[in-house]
């Protein structure tokens, strides 16, 4: 008896690990997906990743909701023409997810070019059978 439930209790330890692995899988092409929208935004898929009620902070103090997000990116007042996240963690919990990175890009926001690297950390929730981001914070490095 002790065996039987020595092998259930292995087998949902191992069934939650799997999950919490391919839930993290999931949510790493999420962010990949993210990464490669702010390159090249669509609204369609901007709508598809954020959340109606975003939180987006900038480095700056600058405060967008995800109407402002949206229409800074397709105007092209923000506009990314590298970006990538390195040293990136990320910490699950329940059906929420912070993921935190340094972000290096290359801008030319309002046909400016510009450098940019900050800190961003960015909280994902599992809404509707896949993760949006319901809040962003840019820091300053020291």
Known sequence: MRTIISLVGCFFIAAFTLTQAQTEQQLKQTVEEFRK?????????????????????????????????????????????????????IKLHDQTAIVHHILEAKTNDSG????VKIGNLLVWQ?????????????????
Request: net charge negative; aromatic share 12%.
């Open 37 to 89: 929208v702010l390159i090249e935004p669509t609204e369609e898929e901007l709508l598809e990743l954020t959340a109606k009620d975003l939180d987006y902070w900038h480095s700056s103090g600058n405060y967008e909701d995800q109407e402002t997000f949206i229409a800074t990116l397709l105007s092209g007042k923000s506009d990314f023409v590298t970006l990538s996240f390195s040293d990136q963690k």
């Open 112 to 115: 400016k070019p510009g450098e």
């Open 126 to 142: 599992w809404q509707k059978n896949r993760w949006k981001l319901i809040a962003r914070q840019a820091y300053k490095l020291k």
